[in-house]
């Protein structure tokens, strides 16, 4: 488990709260969605392993992101999105997120209406989220270190195997667009 503090959350107080803790870091997220967020599921690093987490949210959407970071190299700084009912006089939701990290933006996925959220750090990053759901993500929050993954996790991982200069630059600058129909660079 890694020292952090929670931030947030966006969204309405309903369904069901999960919490998938702290890690050391984000290694890959996968989003359902459509008009809202429908669900989530985030893999971390635990100790230079990875850890999937249980899927959050519902059954529903037609839209599949499989977001894949250059882990430890790259790591997840910002979240930010929509929240608001899909049908008047509805919950809140979560109804579109973006994801950036300290070298790609990955989205908008979802619909951008509703209130805005935004949470950004220049001096740690995002090992964690929790939130509430139920048929859809109601809410969402997130775990923030305000330690970076260190160049010894870097050296640890090029010993087995994995030289993160052999992406290629222009995979890093790319901004992705999910729901706009465009490649999403993973």
Not at 4 to 20: F, H, L, R, T
Not at 129 to 141: K, M, N, Q
Not at 146 to 157: G, L
Request: hydrophobic letters at 30%; proline letters at 4%.
């Amino acid at each position: 488990m890694t020292k952090s503090i929670q931030m947030g959350p966006w969204g309405a107080n309903v369904g069901n709260y999960w919490d998938d803790g702290a890690y050391g870091g984000v290694r890959e997220i996968t989003l359902v969605y459509n008009t809202c967020i429908d669900s989530i599921q985030v893999t971390y690093d635990n100790n230079d392993k990875s850890f999937r987490a249980v899927k959050h949210g519902g059954m529903g959407g037609t839209k599949i992101a499989q977001i894949k970071l250059y882990f430890p190299g790259e790591f997840l700084i910002s979240v930010n999105g929509y929240y608001g009912p899909v049908v008047h006089g509805g919950f809140p939701v979560i109804r579109s997120l973006t994801l950036k990290t300290n070298r790609r933006t990955f989205g908008p996925f979802g619909v951008q209406e509703g209130t805005p959220f935004n949470y950004f750090t220049s001096s740690g990053h995002i090992v964690g989220f929790y939130g509430t759901s139920g048929w859809v993500l109601d809410s969402i929050g997130f775990y923030v270190s305000s330690t970076k993954p260190c160049i010894f996790k870097r050296i640890k991982m090029k010993f087995a195997g994995f030289d993160h200069r052999k992406v290629k630059d222009d995979e890093y600058d790319q901004k992705t667009k999910g729901s706009k129909g465009y490649s999403w660079g993973i």
